[in-house]
Each structure stands twice: as structure tokens, then as C-alpha cells.
């Protein structure tokens, strides 16, 4: 099929279902079709230039830490995909004309949410927490990948029941193909979470271990940002990239050809960590913590601690500054850091600190 027929096909079945309207507007953004994994082609439109002028919104999106003390302990999962989810929602009528696209069959304009629009996620996101209000269940959000977790079987069953009636009320539909059922373990943001807590994703570490030792400022940053998303499982986790961050500070990057061994350590040495990360065990906000705390010319770090098991790890380099601190102020220093890293899950139920030494 020609690319003139595939946006042939996909404009004419957006009108049959009531997504897009022919148009007079004075915005016009170009179409474009982008080839997916299975060979299929998506249609979008490019509003990079719509964007560039547009009031972007703000709108708070669940943090990792946020999702684990929502499951926390739960036994049973359900995940929801909402059929081309931001199509599901209505544009604003005074707003659909800038929404404009043209191509060879002329120019139309959305009736729906577009995919591409800035305001997109946080649009749904809005949508999604009015839904959320209706259900009392835990019910977790991120743009239109949802879950529902539940204690047991029979729990399970009435709050997907619950669910479905509520979305049928709104008139919201899913795709059933893409949704899963009472399952034990589920994969929600790049992580596995299960009655035994979260573990990241092993593909994703496989990738980062895989990455090639950087040779260029890019390359470096580009490894230390995908280390840095599962800093939460490594113990020491900037202590350890110490050697590497210095080589993003200004004029002093330097090609993995010309590390020396504490640099070429800390690189090596990440990656082995990423092989075991530890299942960080899901926090109960019934029991108290320990907080074990870390201090030295090197960095800060703290591990929260519940039951003897791991909930979370803390770590960062030390600023300029910090680093003519007093031993005894960087390990006040460290755990004031702690109570603030670890402040969604303690509230004021911890036992003690320890400095390890």
C-alpha cells in the first residue's frame, strides 16, 4: 500500500468514526506517517510548530515511590489499555481549529483529542482522576496505562466490576486484546511489581549492560541517565558513578580510550551491580523503619529499611561545598537527605539511624 493510500485509509475511517471533521481553519500541520514494529503504518500529524506556541500544562505524574506504597502488599493485578485513549476524549470546540491538518485530500480538524498535542497527557491524566473519584480500589494511572490491584480473588472480581461499570458510564472503551487479568506480577513503568515487592525490568538492564564504554559527552550522559533510573536498587549508587559524573563537569570530559583505572572501575563496576539489583520489599505503612546512613569525602547514602529487607536506597555526590564539611556534618548532612528521600514512606514511623562506618 502507497503512502497515499494508507493516509487515504486511515482519513476516511477517522471520519466514519467520528474523530476528525473537514475544516476551513487557517492552521494547517503537516501529516506524517510513521512505520511500526510490525510493519504497519501509524498516521500522525507533526504539531511541533503548534507546540512551540502553545500554554503548556502542568500536571503531576505518579512517581515510582508513590506507585509502590499504593500496592503496597497487594496480591493481584489487572492492567487496562484504553482503546487509542486520547481519542476517547472531546476537543474543545473553540479550540478544534488549531488542531488543522492537511494533506492530499484536503484539510480536516480534529473532534477529538489528537495524538502529538502537548496538552495531551496531562488532558487524559485529568480525565483519568475524575474517573478515579468513582472507584474506590486501588487504582493506579500513568497517561492511559492503568492498574488495578486488590487483596485477594474475590476482591479482584468487584473492583473490576466496579471499574467497568464506571467507564461504561463515562462512555470509555478498551481494548480487550491489550488488557490483562488476576495476574501475580505485573510490569508498570519499566518495573515488576508483585506481593514481593518491585524489581526492575531484566531486559532493560540487559541493555545498559550492553552499552558500548562512551566516547563522547552524549554517550557518557546518556549511560549515567539510564544507571540513574534504577538508582533505587543500587546500593551506593553515586558513590560508585563518582568517577564518571566528574567527567561531566565542565572541560573535564575525556573518551573512554584515555580513562584511568578509577574511572574505567566505576563503569565496570555499575554494570556488575545492575546484574542482581535486589527486590525491594513493598513498604507497609502499618510498621516502622530504620534508616541506615552513610557519610564520607566521597558521597552521601541511606538505605530504608523495614522487617530487615531492603524498601529503598539513597545516594548522591557531594557539592562542591559540602566537601569542606566536617565529618560530623556530612553525616547530619546525610541524614537530613535521608528524611527527605525517604519522607512518602516514613511520615514520622522511624526507629533509628545508623551510620555505617
Same mark, same amino acid.
Given at each position: 500500500m502507497t503512502m497515499k493510500e494508507e493516509i487515504k485509509k486511515q482519513v476516511e475511517q477517522m471520519l466514519k468514526d467520528g474523530i476528525i471533521e473537514h475544516s476551513n481553519s487557517q492552521f494547517a500541520s503537516p501529516v506524517v506517517l510513521v512505520k511500526k514494529k510490525d510493519g504497519s503504518m501509524r498516521f500522525a500529524i507533526d504539531y511541533r510548530k503548534l507546540n512551540s506556541i502553545t500554554i503548556k500544562q502542568v500536571?503531576?505524574?505518579?512517581?515510582?515511590?508513590?506507585?509502590?506504597?499504593?500496592?503496597?502488599?497487594?496480591?493481584?493485578?489487572?492492567?487496562?489499555?484504553?482503546?487509542?485513549?486520547?481519542?476517547q476524549l472531546p476537543m474543545n470546540p473553540e479550540h478544534k481549529e488549531r488542531t488543522a491538518f492537511s494533506c492530499w485530500m484536503g484539510l480536516f480538524q480534529f473532534i477529538k483529542v489528537p495524538f502529538g498535542l502537548c496538552g495531551a497527557p496531562s488532558t487524559f491524566m485529568r480525565a483519568m482522576n475524575e474517573l478515579k473519584k468513582y472507584i474506590s480500589s486501588s487504582f493506579l494511572?500513568?497517561?492511559?496505562d492503568v492498574i488495578l490491584s486488590s487483596n485477594n480473588e474475590i476482591e479482584q472480581l468487584i473492583d473490576i466490576e466496579q471499574f467497568l461499570s464506571v467507564i461504561s458510564n463515562f462512555g470509555m472503551r478498551l481494548k480487550l486484546d491489550k488488557c490483562e487479568f488476576g495476574l501475580s506480577e505485573i510490569k508498570y513503568l519499566g518495573f515488576f511489581i508483585s506481593e514481593k515487592g518491585i524489581r526492575p525490568d531484566?531486559?532493560?538492564?540487559?541493555?545498559i549492560d550492553k552499552i558500548n564504554p562512551p566516547t563522547n559527552l552524549? +554517550?557518557?550522559? %546518556? #549511560?549515567?541517565?539510564?544507571?540513574?533510573?534504577?538508582?533505587?536498587?543500587?546500593?551506593?549508587?553515586?558513590?560508585?558513578?563518582?568517577?564518571?559524573?566528574e567527567l561531566t563537569k565542565e572541560n573535564n570530559f575525556k573518551s573512554s580510550k584515555d580513562w584511568n583505572e578509577? +574511572?574505567?572501575? %566505576? #563503569?565496570?563496576?555499575?554494570?556488575n551491580k545492575l546484574k542482581t539489583p535486589p527486590v525491594l520489599a513493598p513498604p507497609n505503612p502499618k510498621e516502622s523503619y530504620i534508616i541506615e546512613t552513610d557519610a564520607s569525602i566521597k558521597g552521601i547514602g541511606a538505605v530504608l529499611i523495614q522487617n530487615k529487607h531492603p524498601v529503598a536506597y539513597f545516594s548522591r555526590t557531594l557539592?562542591?561545598?559540602?566537601k569542606r564539611y566536617h565529618i560530623n556534618e556530612l553525616e547530619a548532612l546525610a541524614i537530613e537527605q535521608a528524611l527527605k528521600e525517604f519522607s512518602i514512606y516514613i511520615r514520622y514511623r522511624y526507629d533509628n539511624y545508623q551510620d555505617r562506618q
Open positions: 500536571y503531576h505524574l505518579p512517581l515510582i515511590n508513590e506507585i509502590r506504597e499504593e500496592v503496597s502488599g497487594k496480591k493481584i493485578f489487572t492492567s487496562f489499555d484504553f482503546k487509542s485513549g486520547f481519542h494511572i500513568y497517561i492511559d531484566p531486559r532493560d538492564l540487559e541493555s552524549k +554517550e557518557l550522559r %546518556a #549511560f549515567l541517565g539510564a544507571v540513574n533510573y534504577f538508582r533505587r536498587f543500587i546500593p551506593e549508587c553515586a558513590k560508585i558513578l563518582g568517577p564518571l559524573y578509577e +574511572e574505567w572501575k %566505576a #563503569f565496570r563496576s555499575i554494570k557539592k562542591d561545598t559540602e
